[in-house]
């Protein structure tokens, strides 16, 4: 019997090697004069967000209230990460900071652009997706504050969010 | 499968960083599209994809070379392990009976080819279906051009090739892919070849520069040719004796064969019936019991100094005497005495022969 997606979800697969694949990614992009890198990263991030949420999302609707334990979970299920989320409600920012990222763990210094503007990309747009026609909450990513990719201890992922009808 | 893959294989896992196969498929398929985007040429990208596993894969082996060091040294049992590489470069498991070999005689040449067939495939799972599959595999026009699974091909050739150079053997390994499922293929199938240094020498030296027609810069990786003679550590000295394929056929070896073989050693080194071997310790069985423990020691310090180094350290020194105190004093706490002497008994009568 083949695979499918769905069953994709229910199994692990280890990133040591796919980790590394970004990284050349960024260096061929590189050599080539590609200048839009992290925009690109962002797009993968995006079109993988996409495709998941076909498969497996945390919940129907994400709202304020309940967006912490959305972006908890999607962390935990995706990713295998436990995150601290800070959500500063005066500036709309929500701050995830993640201690053992899956696309960052060595100190790159030919890298520009850490590998986890990927998972910030696909985060949020799970997020939008999710609300779509819902006109509750829609999420950014704003920056990466800190990576394990530039030799920090952790990497410090920021986003933007939007209350509609606020 | 045998006991030490299949530890091994839990082991790989523990110390890899997991996420969903999901995230991990979809994050490969933007890898090659990304590729493509810049070459916009489908057979270019799939060498480019492949080259790119290669070298995140050899990258990896490098930070982790200890754990390599206990895979065996020929290329033919390197293939045998398909399963563990597998596991190693994907992390995730096979189904049972996913796997299956085909040793396809080659005439001339010290080792033949393996066909190594996969049933499903995990990354050309549902490909297609959803709008965000957008390489096209109808682009390709040369029958030879690999499929989906080329990034991993070349991972998997990578960490072939380097516990072959680790465990210095003059042999190397070919994989392709030869049937892919998102090309509309019925499974995923790969073909090995064993190639010599020279022979592999002559396949390297083609440049990816010169198969890809897109004009791309590529940055080839170098292949050193010799490993660099370094200091033995421990693993090094263990591992020429407790390599994963000696270990394994330890452990499958039934009871008999060991005694046969114990018998054999007494019978050559000492030229004496092991019977009357034995009879030298009948009702000394506890000392002779001491000596196999003082034995067992020594053989562990001779192969790597293991305990000698270990006990260097004041710490751990202290930490291994107050173990074995506490085992002394509370085995009788957790195993009970009947258990013991069966247990003594046992071996009693297994070296009496």
């Known amino acids: 019997m083949n695979l499918t997606r769905d069953d994709l979800t229910q199994s692990d697969a280890t990133m040591n090697q796919m980790r590394n694949m970004v990284y050349h990614l960024e260096r061929f992009m590189k050599i080539n004069g590609v200048t839009e890198t992290r925009d690109n990263l962002k797009r993968m991030g995006r079109n993988i967000a996409r495709t998941y949420v076909k498969y497996w999302k945390p919940i129907d609707s994400i709202n304020l209230s309940n967006v912490r334990d959305a972006i908890t979970t999607i962390y935990k299920h995706i990713l295998n990460s436990t995150v601290s989320i800070e959500i500063d409600k005066l500036n709309k920012t929500i701050t995830v900071r993640d201690n053992d990222c899956s696309l960052c763990k060595y100190n790159l210094d030919d890298i520009d652009v850490a590998g986890c503007e990927i998972i910030a990309a696909m985060v949020s747009e799970i997020i939008t997706l999710i609300n779509k026609e819902k006109s509750l909450l829609t999420l950014e990513p704003f920056d990466i504050l800190e990576s394990r990719t530039f030799g920090h201890k952790s990497c410090i992922q920021s986003f933007k969010y939007k209350e509609e009808g606020v | ?353």
Request: charged share 30%.
């Open chain 2, 1 to 353: 499968m045998g006991a030490v893959q299949w530890l091994l294989k839990k082991i790989t896992k523990v110390f890899g960083r997991n996420t969903t196969s999901l995230f991990y498929v979809l994050l490969y398929r933007e890898i090659l599209k990304e590729i493509n985007n810049i070459t916009k040429d489908e057979e270019d990208s799939i060498v480019i994809l492949r080259e790119i596993g290669k070298k995140a894969a050899t990258e990896s082996c490098e930070r982790h070379t200890t754990v390599f060091k206990w895979m065996p040294g020929s290329p033919r049992k390197v293939i045998e392990y398909f399963e563990l590489l597998w596991v190693v470069v994907f992390g995730k498991e096979l189904e049972e009976g996913d796997l299956t070999y085909e040793e396809l005689p080659k005439e001339g040449s010290k080792y033949n080819d393996y066909l190594v067939t996969i049933k499903s495939c995990p990354l050309c799972a549902g490909y297609g279906v959803d709008d965000e599959d957008t390489f096209n595999f109808k682009k390709i026009s040369n029958q030879d051009t690999e499929g989906l699974a080329c990034g991993l091909t070349g991972m998997l050739e990578s960490v072939a090739n380097f516990i072959l150079k680790i465990k210095r053997s003059d042999y190397r390994i070919n994989i392709v892919e030869q049937k892919c499922l998102a090309k509309g293929e019925e499974h995923l199938q790969f073909m090995c070849k064993i190639y010599d240094s020279l022979e592999w020498k002559e396949l390297s030296s083609v440049r990816i520069q010169d198969k890809i027609k897109s004009g791309v810069k590529f940055e080839e990786s170098i292949e050193e040719d010799v490993v660099q003679e370094t200091k033995l550590d421990i693993i090094d000295k263990l591992q020429e004796v407790l390599s994963l394929d000696k270990i394994e056929e330890l452990l499958d070896e039934p009871l008999e064969g060991i005694k046969s073989k114990v018998a054999e050693i007494i019978e050559d080194k000492l030229n004496m019936e092991p019977e009357h071997f034995f009879d030298y310790f009948r009702n000394y069985e506890d000392d002779l019991l001491r000596i196999i423990g003082y034995l067992a020691v020594h053989l562990l310090n001779e192969y790597g100094g293991l305990i000698e180094k270990t006990l260097k350290n004041t710490t751990f020194a202290k930490i291994a005497g107050y173990l074995f105190k506490q085992l002394r004093e509370f085995v009788l706490l957790f195993i009970p005495i009947d258990v013991i002497n069966d247990y003594h008994q046992l071996l009693i009568s297994f070296l009496d022969g």
